[in-house]
């Protein structure tokens, strides 16, 4: 048999990268994925940080920010950060990351590295580089399936501050779920202060499974919270615990100002919005709901 | 942690499958719904080896540690396993160096000055030196050989001892010296569940008056399969000689199993599944093929019985050979064995460039037949791949060609015996005789090479059941006069091949193909 008629039998069946499908009497027999740690270090090179700053400033903020309508709340918590941070946002889109990477200020965007769900965005190459050169991320296994050492405390010891969403994946139907204590983690044991992110009406903007924005620019909001240190002493899960009521704070101050969100958290009234107790209707219902607002906020609504 | 085996079905996703053919391999598209069963995964080897075979020596089963066995002024005789298994040879330093100069070590310790070593051949050829000194190591080799290190002589009257004769009347006969001795040390590698145990002492060192007992065409028939020895009459008989011996003879068996890793790294393919292939794989794969292919068949051969296998070794026992057999028997069929849903009507094999007759050598037809319908066929437990007349398809070239040093008894059989007859018994009736006690074949056996005068019978009487259970053999690829000279059918094709099956199984059989090397044993339920 000729070579052509050799590697005819061979490719049979099997895509372009020589992969064949698994026969399904053998799904059960398949090996686990051996953990491939996708290098991306190249993405955080002098050349490459020009680069990602061009596309950044060039190309996906200004996109971002035609086909929405963002309203950055509380940056000035942030000017006096000059160490590296640890950003907790909630997830809910993919708009999320350019909204927050969009609106930091430049000098902690530009040292700002991104984790990225390994199984999501670094799974096949092309993805894993594109997404590392834009985002500047990184893996981050959320699900324990794999057991690849995490870059995060390397790169805070480096001086980059990390941008996390310890919901662990973007939200099924636009209400936050409980925060996971990774982030909680690194931040004691690291040393390093969480801030605080919370966006709204980016769920409503582009929910999972669209790929470009909805139609006449959505409203969207950026609120970013004061840097939370972790105290002497404190154990991650009490930071965890502080840093979740700092988020259902942030959260509840875009429907109730600033002054009675933080009033009701003192008082204990706040929880992490996880939507209401009702049918899934409902639940998407209400946080589809276009986060419009025609006047500036008042920094107190009424004082009763 | 290794995969277990499994029986895969062929669907539309399936890649073409990898078959063996003699010195070569293809890849073949089964039909849909066919059954392949895949051995379990290479299992890992120990990793401290020479300390497995230390604390086996020392903390022993049934019986004192070696060193308590061990004293001056005694005979110690170690005997070996020879160059037939296991299959293909493995990369140097072989297990066997490695125990055999631990036990030396020991031997030395102790002040034991009578020491010899002598490779359990049996009526196979003897081996070169060469062989001998890649097998025990230099070391050995150069304090041994030749006075002390030698092959087992079955036609050496004068070096024959009668020990006794079982309740069944089968006579028990074997090496002068290793009965005489204080203690026999076996050597042993289990590469199939056939091999081992009571086979170690009583067939090793045994002549052609004991052996008879059990290689004939009625014991084989009887032993279904030899791979199964409580099902075995082979092992049955095996055992009562075994009793004999026990009864006269001290053994210390050291017994060891090795994993599947049966092709080197550069041929890493052939060991792994076919839908697991990464590029560099079918790279591997093409390039080697095409390679293989182009290459005269002479040096085809000799490349593919220079290709060492880098096998691990999964368990060194030692102790009273009864117990030592029944942990490494756990240790093999935790490597090979896959259940299998019953029967189907047609089953396939993929016949490789070797069995345990032609190593450094050529498979000829017989050893063909000896290997697919004897060794393969036999690789089940409960009952049979194929159904009772079910077809037989085997990949192999199937070449009239015969090693005249090494088989000269063969060529004979195949011209003379097989253009009269095929049928096991009118053989072993009509021949068996004659071609074990030829003068000429004794000869070439004791001062040459060859094998025993009567191994082609044995190694007829080993498909002898195959061949009794099947409706039709067919060979793919197979040269057709030589095939039909062994009563088998050549096909070009599967196709072809399946097409000639219809007559027996009909037009839409059930297909099992057993896909081995690496070794796969079928329990069928």
Same mark, same amino acid.
């Given at each position: 048999?000729?070579? %052509?008629?050799?590697?005819?039998?061979?490719?049979?069946?099997?895509?372009?990268?020589?992969?064949?499908?698994?026969?399904?009497?053998?799904?059960?027999? *398949?090996?686990?994925?051996?953990?491939?740690?996708?290098?991306?270090? +190249?993405?955080?090179?002098?050349?490459?940080?020009?680069?990602?700053?061009?596309?950044?400033?060039?190309?996906?903020?200004?996109?971002?920010?035609?086909?929405?309508? /963002?309203?950055?709340?509380?940056?000035?918590?942030?000017?006096?950060? *000059?160490?590296?941070?640890?950003?907790?946002?909630?997830?809910? =889109?993919?708009?999320?990351?350019?909204?927050?990477?969009?609106?930091?200020?430049?000098?902690?965007?530009?040292? *700002?590295?991104?984790?990225?769900?390994?199984?999501?965005?670094?799974?096949?190459?092309?993805?894993?580089?594109?997404?590392?050169?834009?985002?500047?991320?990184?893996?981050?296994?959320?699900?324990?399936?794999?057991?690849?050492?995490? !870059?995060?405390?390397?790169?805070?010891?480096?001086?980059?501050?990390?941008? !996390?969403?310890? @919901?662990?994946?973007?939200?099924?139907?636009?209400?936050?779920?409980?925060?996971?204590?990774?982030?909680?983690?690194?931040?004691?044991?690291?040393?390093?202060?969480?801030?605080?992110?919370?966006?709204?009406?980016?769920?409503?903007?582009?929910?999972?499974?669209?790929? +470009?924005?909805?139609?006449?620019?959505?409203?969207?909001?950026?609120?970013?919270?004061?840097?939370?240190?972790?105290?002497?002493?404190?154990?991650?899960?009490?930071?965890?615990?502080?840093?979740?009521?700092?988020?259902?704070?942030?959260?509840?101050?875009?429907?109730?100002?600033?002054?009675?969100?933080?009033?009701?958290?003192?008082?204990?009234?706040?929880?992490?919005?996880?939507?209401? #107790?009702?049918?899934?209707?409902?639940?998407?219902?209400?946080?589809?709901?276009?986060?419009?607002?025609?006047?500036?906020?008042?920094?107190?609504?009424?004082?009763? | 942690?290794?995969?277990?085996?499994?029986?895969?079905?062929?669907?539309?996703?399936?890649?073409?499958?990898?078959?063996?053919?003699?010195?070569?391999?293809?890849?073949? #598209?089964?039909?849909?719904?066919? $059954?392949?069963?895949?051995?379990?995964?290479?299992?890992?080897?120990?990793?401290?080896?020479?300390?497995?075979?230390?604390?086996?020596? !020392?903390?022993?089963?049934?019986?004192?540690?070696?060193?308590?066995?061990?004293?001056?002024?005694?005979?110690?005789?170690?005997?070996?396993?020879?160059?037939?298994?296991?299959?293909?040879?493995? #990369? &140097?330093?072989?297990?066997?160096?490695?125990?055999?100069?631990?036990?030396?070590?020991?031997?030395?310790?102790?002040?034991?000055?009578?020491?010899?070593?002598?490779?359990?051949?049996?009526?196979?050829?003897?081996?070169?030196?060469?062989?001998?000194?890649?097998?025990?190591?230099?070391?050995?080799?150069?304090?041994?050989?030749?006075?002390?290190?030698?092959?087992?002589?079955?036609?050496?009257?004068?070096?024959?001892?009668?020990?006794?004769?079982?309740?069944?009347?089968?006579?028990?006969?074997?090496?002068?010296?290793?009965?005489?001795?204080?203690?026999?040390?076996?050597?042993?590698?289990? !590469?199939?569940?056939?091999?081992?145990?009571?086979?170690?002492?009583?067939?090793?060192?045994?002549?052609?008056?004991?052996?008879?007992?059990?290689?004939?065409?009625?014991?084989?028939?009887?032993?279904?399969?030899?791979?199964?020895?409580?099902?075995?009459?082979?092992?049955?008989?095996?055992?009562?000689?075994?009793?004999?011996?026990?009864?006269?003879?001290?053994?210390?068996?050291?017994?060891?199993?090795?994993?599947?890793?049966?092709?080197?790294?550069?041929?890493? %393919?052939?060991?792994?599944?076919?839908?697991?292939?990464?590029?560099?794989?079918?790279?591997?794969?093409?390039?080697?093929?095409?390679?293989?292919?182009?290459?005269?068949?002479?040096?085809?051969?000799?490349?593919?019985?220079?290709?060492?296998?880098?096998?691990?070794?999964?368990?060194?026992?030692?102790?009273?050979?009864?117990?030592?057999?029944?942990?490494?028997?756990?240790?093999?069929?935790?490597?090979?064995? &896959? @259940?299998?849903?019953?029967?189907?009507?047609?089953?396939?094999?993929?016949?490789?460039?070797?069995? /345990?007759?032609?190593?450094? =050598?050529?498979?000829?037809?017989?050893?063909?037949?000896?290997?697919?319908?004897?060794?393969?066929?036999?690789?089940?437990?409960?009952?049979?791949?194929? $159904?009772?007349?079910?077809?037989?398809?085997?990949?192999?070239?199937?070449?009239?060609?015969?090693?005249?040093?090494?088989?000269?008894?063969?060529?004979?059989?195949? @011209?003379?015996?097989?253009?009269?007859?095929?049928?096991?018994?009118?053989?072993?009736?009509?021949?068996?005789?004659?071609?074990?006690?030829?003068?000429?074949?004794?000869?070439?056996?004791?001062?040459?090479?060859?094998?025993?005068?009567?191994?082609?019978?044995?190694?007829?009487?080993?498909?002898?059941?195959?061949?009794?259970?099947?409706?039709?053999?067919?060979?793919?690829?197979?040269?057709?006069?030589?095939?039909?000279?062994?009563? %088998?059918?050549?096909?070009?094709?599967?196709?072809?091949?399946?097409?000639?099956? #219809? @007559?027996?199984?009909?037009?839409?059989?059930?297909?099992?193909?057993?896909?081995?090397?690496?070794?796969?044993?079928?329990?069928?339920?």
């Amino acid at each position: 048999m000729g070579l %052509f008629r050799e590697a005819r039998v061979l490719t049979a069946g099997r895509d372009w990268r020589g992969r064949s499908r698994t026969p399904r009497s053998a799904a059960g027999h *398949t090996p686990p994925d051996e953990p491939r740690e996708f290098p991306t270090g +190249w993405a955080r090179t002098p050349a490459a940080r020009v680069a990602r700053r061009g596309l950044q400033r060039g190309l996906l903020t200004p996109l971002t920010w035609s086909q929405t309508r /963002p309203e950055v709340v509380g940056l000035e918590g942030l000017a006096g950060v *000059t160490g590296p941070v640890v950003l907790v946002a909630n997830h809910a =889109s993919h708009l999320d990351t350019p909204l927050i990477l969009g609106s930091l200020p430049e000098h902690i965007a530009k040292r *700002t590295a991104v984790g990225a769900a390994a199984d999501y965005f670094f799974d096949a190459r092309w993805r894993a580089a594109a997404t590392a050169l834009v985002f500047n991320a990184f893996p981050v296994e959320r699900y324990r399936s794999r057991r690849l050492r995490s !870059l995060a405390p390397q790169l805070l010891a480096r001086g980059w501050s990390l941008l !996390l969403f310890p @919901e662990a994946t973007r939200s099924e139907d636009g209400w936050m779920s409980p925060l996971r204590m990774g982030a909680a983690q690194l931040c004691v044991t690291q040393r390093v202060a969480a801030v605080p992110v919370v966006l709204r009406g980016t769920y409503a903007a582009m929910p999972r499974g669209r790929n +470009w924005p909805m139609r006449g620019r959505p409203r969207v909001v950026v609120r970013y919270g004061a840097p939370l240190k972790p105290e002497q002493g404190e154990s991650a899960r009490l930071f965890n615990v502080r840093l979740s009521q700092t988020v259902a704070r942030l959260w509840a101050e875009e429907d109730m100002g600033w002054y009675a969100s933080l009033r009701a958290q003192a008082g204990g009234d706040l929880a992490l919005p996880s939507g209401p #107790k009702a049918a899934e209707w409902r639940r998407m219902w209400e946080s589809t709901r276009p986060v419009s607002r025609p006047g500036p906020a008042p920094a107190w609504r009424d004082g009763a | 942690m290794s995969r277990p085996g499994f029986v895969l079905e062929v669907d539309e996703r399936t890649p073409a499958l990898l078959m063996h053919e003699g010195e070569g391999f293809r890849l073949e #598209k089964l039909p849909l719904g066919s $059954r392949v069963v895949y051995p379990p995964e290479s299992l890992p080897g120990l990793r401290d080896l020479d300390a497995h075979i230390r604390e086996a020596l !020392l903390h022993p089963l049934g019986c004192e540690p070696l060193p308590e066995l061990l004293h001056a002024g005694m005979r110690l005789t170690i005997v070996f396993d020879d160059l037939s298994i296991p299959l293909p040879q493995m #990369k &140097t330093p072989d297990i066997r160096q490695r125990i055999i100069e631990q036990v030396l070590e020991m031997a030395a310790a102790a002040g034991v000055d009578d020491v010899e070593l002598i490779a359990g051949n049996a009526l196979h050829r003897r081996m070169t030196p060469a062989e001998l000194k890649r097998t025990v190591g230099e070391r050995v080799f150069r304090s041994f050989f030749p006075h002390h290190l030698r092959n087992h002589d079955a036609e050496d009257r004068a070096n024959l001892t009668e020990i006794g004769t079982t309740k069944h009347g089968e006579v028990v006969e074997i090496n002068k010296r290793a009965a005489t001795s204080d203690l026999i040390v076996y050597v042993n590698v289990t !590469l199939t569940a056939m091999s081992g145990g009571p086979k170690s002492v009583s067939v090793g060192l045994a002549s052609y008056r004991s052996l008879k007992h059990h290689h004939n065409v009625h014991t084989l028939r009887h032993s279904r399969s030899f791979n199964d020895p409580p099902n075995s009459a082979m092992h049955h008989s095996y055992n009562r000689m075994a009793g004999v011996l026990d009864e006269h003879v001290k053994i210390f068996q050291i017994e060891t199993s090795v994993n599947n890793d049966t092709f080197p790294t550069q041929l890493g %393919f052939l060991n792994k599944r076919e839908w697991e292939w990464t590029l560099k794989d079918q790279a591997a794969y093409l390039a080697v093929k095409r390679a293989n292919d182009l290459t005269p068949i002479k040096q085809r051969r000799q490349i593919w019985h220079r290709t060492a296998a880098p096998y691990g070794i999964t368990s060194v026992t030692a102790g009273a050979p009864g117990p030592v057999h029944e942990v490494t028997m756990g240790h093999v069929l935790r490597q090979q064995l &896959t @259940e299998v849903n019953g029967p189907s009507d047609i089953g396939i094999w993929g016949l490789p460039y070797i069995c /345990p007759y032609n190593v450094n =050598s050529i498979m000829n037809p017989i050893l063909m037949m000896s290997l697919g319908l004897g060794y393969f066929f036999n690789l089940y437990r409960g009952q049979p791949l194929v $159904r009772p007349g079910g077809v037989a398809i085997y990949y192999h070239p199937v070449r009239n060609e015969f090693h005249p040093v090494h088989h000269p008894s063969y060529i004979d059989f195949y @011209e003379e015996v097989l253009a009269e007859t095929t049928d096991p018994v009118a053989i072993e009736t009509k021949y068996e005789e004659q071609f074990a006690t030829d003068p000429w074949y004794i000869h070439l056996y004791r001062n040459s090479y060859a094998y025993h005068g009567v191994h082609p019978l044995y190694m007829w009487y080993w498909g002898a059941h195959a061949l009794e259970h099947l409706g039709q053999v067919i060979v793919v690829g197979g040269d057709r006069r030589t095939s039909e000279r062994m009563g %088998f059918r050549a096909a070009s094709t599967l196709g072809d091949a399946l097409e000639m099956a #219809k @007559e027996k199984v009909g037009g839409s059989p059930t297909i099992t193909y057993q896909h081995t090397p690496p070794l796969s044993m079928a329990d069928v339920r």
